[in-house]
């Protein structure tokens, strides 16, 4: 199924998870996976998944680590299955040109909807195929419009939304007001490289009155790392 949005004026709550290192990398230059938390984090990053209506990653996240992005835990599972929702939240894709591959895990791995996310710009045989294993959504010219995405996700169900990278996406919805909640866990290791990844890559802000501020709401020690939530201070 393909869907072109129009416009609307609600959005979900939105909320950012991430794990990096102490120098605040995500990912080696290479851009390859690395554990940075503990059992600990799994367990939190697992139940709130389960809380969440869907979970979006960009595609730099499915190229480089192919996610399946599902609730691992039976009893979590189980939990939403009794309150009346699918087994797993709604998997969300930004991706813009449509180039997640079609044996992607994130669109066979579990049971529940999916939805790919491009522009205008990707080729109509790869959104045909894609139509096969998710809704399509059509949002922007070139890239993908963050503000009408969420407004559909909004208008198909979503409440909120979990956010898992990467970094091109973080950055995207930190520049356009779009987050309500950041969640760090900072582990402990060093990655180093001025290559590597961070949790919001992008151009970033040049102006200090542009810079998005946060509001501390805990930290909780889990494993050997600091979790730190903040809330978005609005503009």
Partial sequence: MKIVVQPYNMRPFVFINIAMSADGKISTKERRQVRISGNEDFSRVDRIKAESDAIMVGIGTVLADNPSLTVKSPELRAGRISAGKDEHPIRVVVDSLGRIPLDADILHKGTGRRIIAVSREAPHKQVEELGQYATVVVAGDETV???????????????????????????????????????????????????????????????????????????????????????????
């Fill in 145 to 235: 419009d963050l503000c009408t995405l969420l407004e559909e996700l909004y208008r198909q169900g979503v409440r909120r939304l979990m956010v898992e990278g990467g970094g091109t996406l973080v950055w995207g919805l930190f520049a356009q007001g779009l987050v309500d909640e950041l969640q760090t866990f900072v582990g402990n290791i060093v990655i180093g490289g001025k290559d590597a990844p961070t949790p919001a890559d992008g151009t970033g802000f040049l102006r200090e009155e542009d810079f998005m501020h946060l509001r501390l709401i805990e930290t909780v020690q889990l494993d050997d790392g600091l979790l730190i939530r903040w809330s978005v201070e609005k503009r």
